[in-house]
């Protein structure tokens, strides 16, 4: 299987449109429940309806009854365009066959009489999706057909396992893995998917879909938003969130500080905890006590209900998980200004 690593600018690219994300979308469940993204043959998948050209592409391209005009494997260049015959930097991205059939007739009518194009598309490569974390083989794979997530897992080998006091074990913590869409947390539930067999969540994929499986690891809490230093900590049974928060820098400047959100659970069924900070510092309260893979998120304005901040903290956490991983897997970035 060809894969490559992801580049640095295309994860970058994904970050910042999740950080932007607004609530969670929720997934279209398939009418017809199956471990494929072809349950009927003749129908295509959405994203076929209007099947675009890009880079990677290859098509035959020839006139009719103009002699020599054949040319095989016209490959469509990174920069979206391609060479035959007089049109040479013709561009292509975001056209269709029958598109760029009529635009390569106009452009060469100025060269030969009533030109016909015959364009026969021979590899579509430019679609891709993304998958990262705890799968075998990590990077980018083409979409060159309709695929469930069961069956893009397979292509990547399937998830990570091993064995952990003589128990063989999957890698993957299927509670806090996700799903990106244009931008979007999509609200996948992995664990229903892969542990119990729940196929409403086997959803097809798109072209620019971004999986991450997170890698099980060890226990730890995660402290975002507005603290100098946002990342990850080893989770001890001392933990609370003003340790946890000290322990990442503080509060920045702007960081509101009465309250805090603290998130619990899966990110499909999250419970949520607003921990009073004005109480605890003044004595009234105690601290709150953390436990392992819990958000404590720390917002920039004033904030009344939980659900207000929910999803902020959920983009906050898809962003860190990310920014963590490729940094510590595929190289530093330049900027990560979706941490600030």
């Known amino acids: 299987m060809n894969t490559r690593l992801i580049p640095r600018a295309v994860v ?8 932007a994300a607004p609530a969670p979308a929720q997934p279209e469940a398939p009418k017809s429940l199956s471990l494929s993204a072809v349950s009927n043959p003749g129908k295509r998948a ?25 040319r095989n494997e016209v490959l469509v260049g990174p920069d979206g365009r391609i060479n035959y015959m007089e049109a040479q930097n013709f561009p ?34 430019s679609k891709k999706f993304f998958m990262l974390g705890a799968v075998r083989a990590k990077g980018v794979f083409t979409l060159d057909r309709p695929t469930s997530i069961i069956e893009a897992v397979a292509r990547a080998g399937g998830l990570e396992a091993g064995v952990i006091g003589n128990n063989p074990m999957e890698l993957a913590d299927l509670t806090h893995s996700f799903m990106v869409r244009d931008g979007k947390h999509l609200a996948v539930d992995f664990e229903r998917l892969f542990q119990r067999g729940d196929l409403s969540q086997n959803i097809p994929l ?38 946890a928060i000290t322990r990442r820098g503080s509060f920045t400047p702007v960081a509101y500080r009465q309250k805090v959100l603290v998130v619990r659970g899966s990110l499909q069924n999250p419970e949520t905890f607003v921990v009073n ?17 819990d958000i404590v998120y720390v917002a920039v304005k004033p904030w009344q209900a939980a659900q207000d901040l929910l999803q902020s903290a959920m983009a906050a956490f898809v962003t ?21």
């Open 12 to 19: 970058t690219g994904l970050i910042l449109l999740v950080a």
């Open 46 to 70: 959405k994203w076929q309806e209007r099947l675009t050209l890009g880079p990677g592409d290859l098509l035959n391209i020839s006139m009719l009854e103009t002699p020599n005009s054949s």
């Open 92 to 125: 292509v991205t975001g056209l269709t066959v029958d598109e760029l059939r009529a635009a390569l007739d106009k452009e060469l009518g100025k060269y030969y009489l009533a030109p016909r194009t015959i364009v026969i598309p021979v590899a579509y490569r």
């Open 206 to 243: 798109e072209p620019n879909d971004f999986l991450f499986f997170q890698p099980a690891g060890l226990n730890e809490i995660y402290v975002l938003g507005q603290v100098n230093s946002p990342g990850s900590l080893p989770w001890d049974p001392a933990a609370t969130v003003i340790s």
């Open 277 to 293: 900070m004005g109480a605890i510092l003044k004595g009234e309260q105690l601290d709150f006590k953390l436990q392992p893979k």
């Open 320 to 340: 860190a998980s990310i920014v963590t991983y490729a940094g510590e897997n595929i190289g530093p970035f330049i900027e990560t200004p979706i941490i600030k």
